[in-house]
């Protein structure tokens, strides 16, 4: 399986900014999806954007217009800045990445987790 690396969470206020990072590593052939989904405590894992190896996006309606998700295949990461965060934003935050391996079998890898703490 592909590994993921996820960095950039933390604690911020109301309104404020935040960026995270995720690299996918191992021997991989080729990536094809990349995403962030959040957990908040007490509820299911969701979607928060995702993009596509043609660079098309979609995004949860929740942080449409805030965030915004890119990739840069050179390095094989995948960014997400956050913008006007609100304490509803808090959440473990993950990375998700689909593709091939170099040795021909599909992956499908989560990161770890950050954590990203909105204050209000």
């Known amino acids: 399986q592909a590994h993921l690396e996820e960095s950039g969470g933390g604690l911020v206020q109301a309104g404020g900014s935040l960026r995270l990072s995720c690299e996918v590593s191992?021997?991989?052939?080729?990536?094809?999806?990349m995403g962030w989904y959040r957990q908040a405590p007490g509820k299911q894992r969701e979607l928060v954007a995702r993009?596509?190896?043609?660079?098309?996006?979609n995004y949860a309606d929740a942080v449409k217009g805030r965030f915004t998700i890119s990739r840069d295949n050179a390095k094989n990461t995948v960014n997400l800045q956050m913008s006007s965060l609100k304490p509803e934003d808090t959440a473990v935050y993950y990375c998700?990445?689909?593709?091939?391996?170099?040795?021909?079998?599909?992956?499908?890898?989560w990161g770890q987790g950050t954590q990203v703490t909105v204050s209000s």
């Open positions: 998700n990445s689909d593709g091939v391996m170099g040795y021909g079998a599909p992956y499908n890898s």
């Open positions: 993009i596509t190896g043609f660079g098309s996006t």
């Open positions: 191992g021997y991989i052939r080729s990536i094809n999806n």
